[in-house]
């Protein structure tokens, strides 16, 4: 008896690990921007495919994280962020767990065309290559601009969204794109800012390893207050009303307060507040920009 709930508890446990290869947390604001794009994009679209394009860049999206787990899991074991994660623990077999990513990227690329449609796949197809050969492989081990250029793969989910109704993309779908690109750098430079010894360690060179925290802190300011005028173009190009632009407003200006701070003060938990905070500042813009488009 005891041996098969011993055996039953490594079952849960190794579901568990293929879970956490995936990336939860992050899949969580991946999903609900790509929700977003697809409930504010004009037209019509059935809920049951709209439930499978949902599923499908959840699939797309886990897949990336796990090839990125399987590719960096050595750096993971220098890192006190990552060492604890199941690949760098030998909880689960690479070659298991590269399979598993890999089965999915393909699934969920060939259901998006197969039961969506095939502008939709192509984009869900981009942003799984562009995760894992630009960023994960090129960019993020070569250059301190890796988290910049590598936002792209994290910005492509609206316009999934928006291409699941329409079958196409459109100016104000890349609009969405392009804040949550503008929004990437402040974002995980924050992050950075008090994850720098484990950066240093891993000899990942990010911003704040190789020009130092005050430099980080200037571009952290200046993507932020560029972003800020770009969450208005929505209001500007007559896709949204009022109520989005007072949201994008206030949360802008408290996004540029933190940013401020983190400029002026060298205490580590201004960064680590402002990392809080565009969590919650990305989630609550775009759902003001849904509640814009379903009031007015």
């Not at 960096?72 to 060492?83: A, G, I, P, V, W």
């Not at 952290?220 to 770009?230: D, E, G, K, S, W």
Request: one cysteine or more.
């Amino acid at each position: 008896m005891k041996s098969e709930a011993h055996t039953l508890k490594a079952q849960i446990n190794e579901v568990k690990d293929y879970i956490s290869l995936l990336k939860p947390r992050v899949m969580s604001l991946v999903v609900f921007t790509g929700l977003c794009g697809m409930l504010v994009a004009p037209g019509h679209i059935h809920p049951l495919v709209a439930f499978i394009s949902i599923l499908c860049i959840t699939i797309g999206s886990g897949a990336s994280g796990a090839i990125n787990m399987w590719y960096e899991r050595e750096l993971d074991k220098k890192m006190l962020r990552t060492q604890n994660r199941a690949l760098p623990q030998g909880r689960l077999d690479p070659k298991n767990a590269i399979d598993f990513a890999g089965f999915l990227a393909f699934a969920s690329v060939f259901i998006m065309a197969f039961a969506v449609n095939v502008m939709a796949a192509f984009l869900l197809l981009c942003a799984i290559l562009f995760y894992v050969f630009i960023y994960t492989i090129w960019l993020k081990p070569r250059t301190p601009q890796n988290i910049v250029i590598g936002g792209a793969a994290g910005a492509f989910p609206p316009l999934i969204g928006w291409a699941s109704v329409t079958g196409d993309v459109s100016v104000n779908s890349f609009v969405l794109f392009l804040i949550i690109f503008l929004w990437t750098p402040p974002h995980f430079w924050a992050l950075s800012l008090f994850r720098n010894e484990d950066y240093k360690r891993a000899g990942i060179p990010m911003m704040p390893v190789i020009h130092g925290p005050a430099e980080t802190k200037k571009q952290m300011l200046i993507y932020t207050i560029i972003l800020f005028l770009v969450t208005l173009l929505p209001f500007f190009f007559h896709s949204s009303s009022y109520i989005y632009l007072a949201a994008a407003t206030v949360l802008g200006l408290k996004f540029l307060h933190h940013a401020v701070k983190v400029f002026k003060d060298p205490a580590e938990i201004n960064a680590k507040k402002m990392f809080g905070f565009s969590i919650i500042y990305l989630f609550a813009l775009f759902f003001s920009l849904v509640i814009d488009h379903f009031v007015l």
